[in-house]
């Protein structure tokens, strides 16, 4: 469960991004929003990228202030893909597995299975090759292959083009088998994989009613 209690955040002096936040998450969940609306900036504090807020948050009964990073169990697909742009698809999914140790035949395996699973087609491509949409598939899969409890993705679907929108949804279903979905989009729009999510708007960074 994550838990936002009177959670206040400025990025300016004279304006609240965020003002008195209050809300559980325990389920999938979508917020929709523009980014000043404070969409992202929720998934900026509980990713700890954001830090200098007011309020509390906790995550599974632990205030998000006494966790480090590497205590925290989640991973972050961010609007824009941050992937090594020289390397290629394997070694950028197998990284974060690489980094926790996992033995790399256990991991290709893995990684092949899913490869296969979804029919990626650009798979053999070094990432510099890759169009932006495949490139943002790519961070999508790199978050699945970890399985962490939570995965934030921040306006994803908004700007992928429309033939990867369905393998898109494939892997956010494959997701939701180990982890909860934390989502942000831009416009309220019916995006199919989010439809069955609980929906929260936010309107000039406050929850609207």
């Known amino acids: 469960m ?36 404070g969409t992202s900036s929720i998934l900026r504090l509980i990713s700890k990228i954001d830090k200098k807020y007011e309020g509390e948050i906790f995550i599974d009964n632990i205030n998000l202030r006494e966790l480090n990073d590497r205590q925290l169990n989640l991973a972050y697909v961010s ?37 296969d699973q979804f029919k990626i087609e650009f798979f053999s491509k070094k990432i510099k090759q890759l169009t932006y949409s ?23 679907i908004t700007d992928l083009d429309k033939e990867y929108l369905d393998l898109a949804c494939k892997i956010i279903h494959e997701m939701e088998k180990f982890s909860i979905i934390i989502a942000c989009e831009k416009s309220n729009s019916n995006i199919e994989c989010f439809n069955d999510y609980n929906h929260i708007v936010l309107e000039n960074g406050s929850i609207k009613k």
Do not use: M, W
């Open 2 to 37: 994550i838990k936002f209690c009177h959670v206040y955040l400025k990025y300016i002096k004279d304006f609240f991004t965020l003002y008195d936040i209050n809300f559980e998450i325990n389920k999938n969940t979508l917020f929709f929003g523009n980014r000043a609306d």
């Open 134 to 156: 495949e490139q943002k598939i790519v961070t999508l899969l790199r978050a699945l292959i970890r399985k962490p409890k939570y995965i934030l993705i921040e306006n994803f």
């Open 79 to 115: 609007e824009n893909a941050y992937l090594f742009k020289h390397k290629s698809i394997f070694e950028n999914l197998y990284y974060p597995l690489k980094i926790r140790k996992i033995n790399k035949k256990d991991a290709k395996n893995l990684i092949n299975s899913y490869i």
